[in-house]
């Protein structure tokens, strides 16, 4: 009993995630053909992990984010919302269900869009997904423009992440700092900002 209803369940998620269609459909065959060797996939699969406040928060700030991204593009211009949809990534990309980083992150939007609780679908036809990395660096970017009510083009620019940066902001950065009475220079490793102008 307790596989089939399992198997019911991987069947919805290749429904509502087609990405990782292939991922679910592994898990059916395992369940459907009884290859309990393999069973210990599907348990990793279902971890009895919870999603915590603070990934839920989170998940929330990010839709929050892109909902407010999106009211403020509709009360553009033609011209400026096609310019900024070519320059950066102005809509919501979803979250890698297959990475130990974003898994939980996952897990609550897909929770949110089953339940209907979130309109926000990922819409990107984009080539190159956004990572969680660059959704905090986005966070970073709103808060000052987090109490208001809608975003100028120049706002929508500030906050979003720029279209052909992606893998350079993800580099960390060499610095050269010379301590204080030292000729030795000490190097310190920094994570470069998304979306900031150095």
């Not at 929050?64 to 990534?89: D, N, P, V």
Request: contains cysteine; aromatic residues 10%; negative net charge.
């Amino acid at each position: 009993m307790a596989r089939l209803m399992l198997l019911n369940q991987f069947k919805i998620m290749s429904l509502l995630d087609p990405e990782n269609h292939t991922s679910y459909c592994y898990y059916m065959d395992i369940l459907t053909e009884g290859v309990q060797k393999k069973y210990a996939h599907v348990m990793e699969m279902i971890s009895g992990e919870e999603v915590t406040t603070e990934v839920a928060g989170e998940v929330d700030m990010i839709l929050a984010i892109f909902s407010k991204i999106e009211r403020s593009m509709a009360q553009l211009t033609e011209g400026a919302r096609e310019e900024l949809s070519a320059g950066y990534h102005v809509h919501f990309t979803g979250f890698d269900s297959s990475s130990n980083i974003e898994y939980h992150h996952f897990t609550y939007w897909n929770f949110l869009v089953r339940h209907r609780e979130t309109e926000m679908q990922n819409t990107a036809d984009d080539t190159y997904n956004l990572s969680l990395h660059h959704y905090r660096q986005m966070m970073l970017n709103y808060k000052p423009y987090e109490y208001m009510d809608l975003l100028s083009f120049d706002e929508i620019r500030n906050v979003c992440i720029g279209k052909g940066n992606e893998m350079e902001m993800l580099r960390p950065k060499n610095l050269n700092i010379v301590e204080v009475g030292s000729l030795q220079p000490l190097q310190v490793v920094k994570e470069s900002g998304l979306g900031t102008k150095e």
